[in-house]
């Protein structure tokens, strides 16, 4: 789950308008979900975590889980491990509190941002002063693919076009409230979702770029990361929401940078040129679309990008890469926060698909706590002879 | 042993049904903590207050980070409550309740 954690005010364009808030009650009924998220990832966890180590089956397991080789399925071992884990109160304590969080992000949520409607509807108005910058093409025809049509990810009523004021309860509750603590999904406790962003753009191997394109932009918070990092950038994206991306072109222009977004399947048809762009970036992407689609759109990716173009993904990391107990950890996600295909994509492998769609310089790792974020980068090919060797 | 007091109206598989409700509970508590809090610091420094200015009040600097400090305090207290159960040594009794604990209890 990624979003924009705190409107820094300070990076705001020259007589932006000043940012919306929730009222006392709104504010402070986020704010706690926050708090008891944070108890509960920063002090519940490593409880949880130490009684596991100490268990006899739990050492075991976290034993076989480092020895396995690497790709080898870790399935039947993380249902064990999850057994292990639910004979502790202290996890299911734990557990308990991320379920409810999940659940309040929105229960608590809506309301608080719907008494504010007509606040938000001046603020927003007022921002309409400010010159939209960029392009924003929905006109084409996309079909809605199968896995994405009426999941309501990480448990949001209707999914992420399902209420309106969606973009302004992220933007002023859920992401600077809860999400500004760290400690859900992959998220470790206490990290900052903004500067995650920033170090992963910083992965790009060379000094500068020219154009620049993310698949699933949604609201451009990594886009907004890749301008800090690459001002000279043209920047690019698509999503299949037409509401994030016309809160995302709102977002940046407000910020003052033009970003170019697109709706489109990115599985599928980008739409965009052959061999058109210098970069790829994607963020927290992969673990949203089933293994297949995930294949599909590296290939589509491959054929936009120039021959010598660079690819950067942060994603969760594999189980491979994580300890037993935080493979379980993961694992839930997928049952209880509605992340169909979370699973599925951390018991594959995102440098396997770059490879078979002909990528080349695979590597990945971590550059934070819990192996998180985990990036992973590639290079097209810069010649057929470079790909031949 | 105390007789049974009838029926068991939620069954054990309601245990994390009554979470929620307490938890529901907890949220209004904090808010009206947090409320009262503001409450007592615009009475402070200006003297009066309304109920409009109460809801659109945003704490910013010391003041916000005293409210973060007692939100913590208050969410460790509810949500560590079962850890209180067993981890009971005076540093963690105090450690929770947000004292430091002075050189004589360790
Ligand atoms: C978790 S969000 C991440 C958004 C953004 N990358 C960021 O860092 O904030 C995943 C986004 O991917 C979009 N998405 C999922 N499948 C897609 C597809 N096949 N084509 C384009 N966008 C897609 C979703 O609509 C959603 O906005």
């Known amino acids: 789950m990624t979003f924009l954690t705190n409107l820094d005010d300070k990076t705001l364009k020259d007589g932006a308008v000043p940012t919306f808030a929730l009222s006392q009650r709104g504010r402070a009924g986020m704010q706690l979900l926050g708090a008891v998220q944070k108890y509960s990832s920063g002090v519940l966890r490593p409880i949880a975590a130490e009684n596991f180590a100490a268990d006899k089956r739990g050492k075991a397991l976290s034993a076989e889980h480092e020895a396995a080789a690497p790709g080898e399925s870790a399935r039947d071992r993380i249902n064990a491990a999850r057994e292990v884990c639910e004979s502790d109160n202290v996890y299911r304590l734990e557990r308990f509190i991320q379920r409810w969080v999940a659940e309040e992000n929105f229960n608590r949520g809506i309301p608080a941002i719907e008494e504010r409607r007509e606040k938000f509807e001046a603020f927003n108005a007022a921002q309409g002063d400010t010159e939209l910058l960029g392009t924003l093409d929905l006109s084409a025809q996309v079909a809605l693919p199968k896995y994405y049509d009426r999941v309501e990810w990480h448990l949001e009523p209707g999914g992420w076009d399902g209420y309106d004021l969606y973009g302004a309860l992220f933007a002023y509750g859920v992401g600077p409230y809860v999400f500004s603590h760290g400690g859900y999904a992959a998220v470790g406790v206490g990290d900052d979702i903004t500067k995650q962003r920033a170090n992963t753009i910083r992965q790009f191997p060379k000094e500068s770029y020219g154009r620049i394109y993310e698949p699933g932009c949604g609201g451009v918070s990594t886009l907004k990361a890749v301008n800090s990092v690459f001002p000279e950038a043209e920047l690019h994206g698509s999503d299949l929401s037409p509401l994030l991306l016309k809160n995302g072109q709102k977002m940046a222009s407000r910020f003052g940078f033009p970003v170019h977004l697109k709706l489109a399947d990115a599985a599928h048809d980008t739409g965009e040129a052959d061999e058109s762009y210098d970069g790829v970036i994607t963020y927290a992407l992969h673990h949203e679309l089933p293994p297949k689609a995930n294949r599909e759109m590296f290939r589509e990716l491959f054929r936009i990008m120039k021959p010598g173009a660079d690819i950067v993904i942060s994603d969760p990391p594999p189980f491979r890469a994580v300890s037993m107990f935080h493979a379980v950890i993961l694992d839930w996600d997928t049952e209880h926060r509605e992340e169909p295909f979370f699973s599925a994509v951390l018991h594959d492998s995102l440098d396997a698909m770059l490879e078979e769609a002909g990528f080349t310089n695979v590597e990945s790792y971590a550059i934070g706590q819990d192996q998180y974020p985990w990036v992973t980068r590639a290079v097209k090919p810069a010649t057929l002879a470079a790909e031949a060797a | ?106």
């Open chain 2, 1 to 106: 042993m105390m007789e049974p007091t009838g029926t068991d109206y939620l069954g054990a598989d309601s245990v994390t049904d009554v979470a929620r409700m307490l938890m529901a509970l907890v949220s209004e508590v904090w808010i009206m903590r947090d409320r009262q809090i503001v409450t007592e610091y615009l009475l402070e420094t200006k003297g009066a207050v309304t109920r409009e200015e109460l809801d659109e009040f945003v704490p910013s600097g010391d003041l916000a980070a005293q409210i973060t400090a007692e939100r913590e305090r208050f969410a460790r207290l509810v949500a560590g409550a079962p850890i209180a159960a067993v981890r009971r040594s005076v540093p963690e009794i105090l450690e929770r309740a947000g004292l430091e604990a002075p050189e004589a209890a360790n």
